[in-house]
């Protein structure tokens, strides 16, 4: 387990070298600063920001093959979570944020460019409107109950497309709670940076409809 801000520092330094913190120690003071105009993340998590939102983003690597191609979809981004600490640490995967309100939008537009992310697009507008495109990777964090995640996301995956959900303590659960095919193409793994939540993963191809 992750503990310590230092514990995860280092384990984001393992991933990606001295840019990568370089580039995430911007995002913290410029998170810090916009939280103030927006409420992106719970202020009480900025105290422990590399630990509850850097390395919580960036183990999700850890269950995805390093060879594996984008694009990376990264659903309801928010404040950036996942998706522009993964696009920081894999400059070779093309990233797709898709996240629909609108100052959210431009703080990662802002942010996308400041840290000279060219591997990284930002969608400003709902999920339901995106171009249907081959995903080789989704990803969400906070952003809808499994059983709708999939719903609204089937119709990105091809029978190779990697799944990587975090889920909190609902993890297990809300696989159990999937019609039977999907429920087999999941399984939880154990979040390293808090003892009771889970990550959801799995590979393949996403009925459109249940
Ligand atoms: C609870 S926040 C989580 C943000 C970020 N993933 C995180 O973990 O910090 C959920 C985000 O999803 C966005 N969202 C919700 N429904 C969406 C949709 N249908 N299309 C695009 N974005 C959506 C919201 O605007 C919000 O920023």
């Known amino acids: 387990m992750i503990e310590q801000e230092k514990e995860a520092r280092d384990y984001i330094q393992e991933k990606g070298g001295a840019p990568a913190l370089r580039s995430l120690s911007v995002l913290s003071e410029r998170l810090k600063d916009e939280n103030q105009r927006q409420n992106l993340v719970a202020n009480g998590s900025l105290d422990h920001i590399w630990i509850r939102h850097f390395a919580d983003s960036a183990q999700l690597l850890d269950h995805v093959p390093r060879e594996t191609r984008g694009p990376w979809l990264d659903l309801g981004s928010g404040a950036g979570f996942p998706g522009l600490v993964l696009a920081i640490l894999r400059p070779d995967i093309e990233f797709v944020l898709i996240e ?50 999939l719903l609204l996301s089937a119709r990105f995956s091809t029978d190779d497309t990697r799944w990587v959900l975090p889920k909190g303590r609902s993890a297990a659960h809300e696989v159990q709670e999937l019609p039977g095919r999907e429920s087999k193409m999941f399984h939880v793994e154990q979040s390293l940076t808090d003892q009771e939540a889970g990550i959801v993963v799995g590979r393949g191809k996403v009925r459109e409809k249940a």
């Open 100 to 149: 629909s309100r609108r100052l959210r939008v431009e703080w990662l537009e802002r942010m996308s460019s400041e840290l000279g992310l060219e591997n990284c697009r930002i969608k400003g507008c709902r999920l339901e409107q995106v171009t249907t495109v081959e995903a080789g990777v989704i990803s969400a964090r906070a952003f809808a109950p499994l059983a709708k995640l």
